[in-house]
């Protein structure tokens, strides 16, 4: 039972322009929701997060947006740069005295010169 | 600021052996956080600790241990070594504050022949 689903395994997007990646959820109790960065060999990064009672967050480059009704999340990157090829994996929380990450199955950007 | 560090980096064990991996989390943090990466399961969680104790546990069999010392440095063990259980192993840690994410170390690749 995948409560976290990330759809697209790769995206391809030019220098400079946008970069969407998409997440959907099927557990309502999740109430925090996480984007990670990963290059091969070396653990995740954490990048941006939001709760679940924002529909946005920004920080710099990164900006997420939450839809509640419709369980998905999406991280926009903006403008995209090479340095940005890696797999970015969603990952959500739920409410509880100790918490665990239940993360997608990732999607592995890449960004064209 | 030191990252999580987590020993051995590689290791090549025979199936039926145990082996012990090592956590040190940044100064501060007293959670960490253990993650199963595999390329059919993704990232999975196994367990979690906060003040040398356990809070959170994945699914994954009782072959898979762990413990948490007073300094906040954490090992995991697995016993009877099988084929399957060749994996990267993360750890994280964090301040036990979910929205500034967890910091994850570089991994520990095991490979189980």
């Known amino acids: 039972d995948q409560q976290v689903k990330q759809n697209s395994p790769s995206l391809s997007v030019q220098e400079g322009r946008i970069s969407i990646l998409n997440c959907d959820y099927t557990?309502?109790?999740?109430?925090?929701f996480l984007w990670y960065k990963k290059y091969p060999a070396e653990g995740p990064t954490f990048l941006i997060s939001i709760s679940s009672i924002k529909d946005k967050n920004e920080d710099g480059r990164f900006t997420v947006f939450l839809n509640k009704s419709a369980k998905h999340l999406s991280l926009h990157i903006v403008p995209s740069q090479p340095g940005d090829s890696a797999v970015y994996f969603c990952a959500a929380s739920a409410a509880g005295s100790a918490r665990q990450l239940t993360f997608g199955s990732g999607t592995q950007l890449t960004v064209l010169p | 600021k030191a990252g999580v560090t987590q020993t051995p980096r590689y290791l090549i064990k025979t199936r039926g052996q145990q082996v012990t991996l090592s956590c040190s989390p940044i100064?501060?943090?007293?959670?960490v956080s253990w993650y199963q990466q595999t390329p059919g399961q993704g990232l999975q969680f196994l367990f979690e600790?906060?003040?040398?104790?356990?809070?959170n546990k994945g699914n994954f069999p009782g072959r898979f241990s762990g413990r948490q010392f007073s300094n906040s440095r954490s090992e995991m063990n697995v016993s009877t070594l099988e084929l399957g259980d060749s994996a990267l192993y993360l750890c994280?840690?964090?301040?036990?504050?979910?929205?500034?994410?967890?910091?994850f170390g570089s991994g520990t690749r095991l490979t189980v022949v």
């Open positions: 600790y906060f003040s040398e104790t356990q809070r």
């Open positions: 557990n309502s109790m999740f109430d925090y």
């Open positions: 994280a840690s964090s301040p036990d504050r979910v929205e500034v994410g967890y910091t």
């Open positions: 100064s501060g943090h007293r959670s």
